[in-house]
Nanobody, 125 residues
């Protein structure tokens, strides 16, 4: 069992940066892939970025590639999402997820069993 708690959301102007953090509890955290998803108003939940169990492999949605960076620290049971050069289209509730996803399905929400409660990110123009 893994429990996830996000923090770090807020209001930022376009072009600004935010860093989201996700604190995990549970001794099996290091055995799970992790990912960040987001849901904008009126839209489906979408994949943002993910990392393999040891953090050595990272992958991103095209819409955030080059602007967002995911990292994990298994010693501290944390996952972070550094978001730079934000734009209003990044406005959404951001969710941290963990699970036994395999590489081929790691961008699918259904591949993750554990979810945080979400943190709101709002980017003003």
């Amino acid at each position: 069992q893994v429990q996830l708690v996000e923090s770090g959301g807020g209001l930022v102007q376009a072009g600004g940066s935010l860093r989201l953090s996700c604190a995990a509890s549970g001794r099996t955290f290091a055995t799970h892939r992790v990912a960040w998803f987001r849901r904008a108003p009126g839209k489906e939940r979408e994949f943002v970025g993910g990392a393999s169990q040891n953090g050595g492999v990272k992958y991103y949605a095209d819409s955030v590639k080059g602007r967002f960076t995911i990292s994990r620290d298994n010693a501290k049971n944390t996952v972070s999402l550094q978001m730079n050069n934000l734009n209003p289209e990044d406005t959404a509730v951001y969710y941290c997820a963990a699970g036994n996803a395999i590489a081929s399905t790691a961008r699918a929400p259904g591949s993750y069993a554990y979810w945080g409660q979400g943190t709101q990110v709002t980017v003003s123009s």
